[in-house]
């Protein structure tokens, strides 16, 4: 159909399928376009191993490059590990990364046996993903496919992951040229994650959304130290008082009223 070919790193499906038995989240992560991803993904794993897909469209553009941001995905980042073959892709995560060897057509690529039993015990132990990559730091970059004497080992080594990178921020939103599409993999355990979204039949996993932040209430405003107007009482009208004159007076008045008639 014109898509291309396609090749599979040995220990791949012996990988998703470890992974997936001990109860691990698998999310695909690319920077790949999405109808390219799907069909790769379809074919790799068929038995729908992998609960998620996340494209090109869900990372960040910055520079030549796609990054991956992990704290988008709404998941605790102690429990979230991501396997890629480019060390940027994780910069704004570097403790929770471990940067694979490309893999092209080596057959005799152990790179997935050799990791599988560090996921097993971060697993077992249900320790931090910062503190176990960093325990295993110094035997990481042979397990995940690199020579320690090669030049590939040593950049591995010396990328430092308490320190500050001095990155640059991201230049404003141009035109960003074609990027390779890598593949990484990010996993989590599924027991200390929110509930899943159902994988909809042959398409997309709608990806983990961040965190709204919620509405604050406006802030109480202070009384006024001002004095305040005193407001104006107005009189109360009182009705009108009948004028009863003395009894003598009236007297008076009725002897002179019986005169007159």
């Known amino acids: 159909d014109g898509m291309g070919n396609y090749d599979i790193r040995p220990g791949m499906h012996e990988f998703l399928e470890r992974m997936h038995s001990l109860g691990y989240e698998l999310v695909i992560f690319t920077a790949a376009t999405q109808d390219y991803a799907d069909w790769v993904i379809d074919q790799i794993d068929p038995?729908?191993?992998?609960?998620?897909?996340?494209?090109?469209?869900?990372?960040?553009?910055?520079?030549?490059?796609?990054?991956?941001?992990?704290?988008?995905?709404?998941?605790?980042?102690?429990?979230?590990?991501?396997?890629?073959?480019?060390?940027?892709?994780?910069m704004l995560q570097p403790h929770n990364g471990i940067f694979i060897c490309t893999w092209y057509d080596d057959l005799h690529d152990t790179a997935l046996f050799a990791l599988t039993p560090l996921l097993d015990e971060l697993h077992a132990t249900r320790a931090k993903v910062p503190e176990i990559l960093d325990k295993y730091r110094d035997q990481i970059p042979t397990w995940a496919g690199f020579d320690q004497f090669s030049q590939l080992g040593a950049d591995y080594s010396e990328f430092d992951m308490g320190a500050d990178d001095g990155l640059l921020q991201p230049e404003p939103a141009t035109?960003?040229?074609?990027?390779?599409?890598?593949?990484?993999?990010?996993?989590?355990?599924?027991?200390?994650?929110?509930?899943?979204?159902?994988?909809?039949?042959?398409?997309?996993?709608?990806?983990?959304?961040?965190?709204?932040?919620?509405?604050?209430?406006?802030?109480?405003?202070?009384?006024?130290?001002?004095?305040?107007?005193?407001?104006?009482?107005?009189?109360?009208?009182?009705?009108?008082?009948?004028?009863?004159?003395?009894?003598?007076?009236?007297?008076q008045q009725q002897h002179h009223q019986h005169q007159q008639q």
């Open 47 to 90: 038995g729908r191993l992998v609960h998620y897909r996340l494209y090109r469209q869900h990372a960040l553009p910055w520079g030549p490059i796609f990054v991956k941001d992990l704290s988008r995905l709404g998941r605790d980042l102690d429990r979230t590990l991501i396997i890629d073959n480019v060390q940027e892709n994780f």
């Open 175 to 251: 035109a960003t040229p074609p990027y390779p599409g890598s593949i990484g993999s990010y996993v989590g355990q599924l027991a200390e994650q929110p509930p899943a979204v159902p994988l909809p039949h042959g398409g997309e996993a709608a990806p983990p959304q961040p965190r709204q932040p919620q509405p604050q209430p406006p802030p109480l405003q202070q009384p006024s130290q001002q004095p305040q107007p005193q407001l104006q009482t107005q009189p109360q009208h009182q009705p009108a008082q009948l004028h009863h004159p003395p009894p003598q007076q009236q007297q």
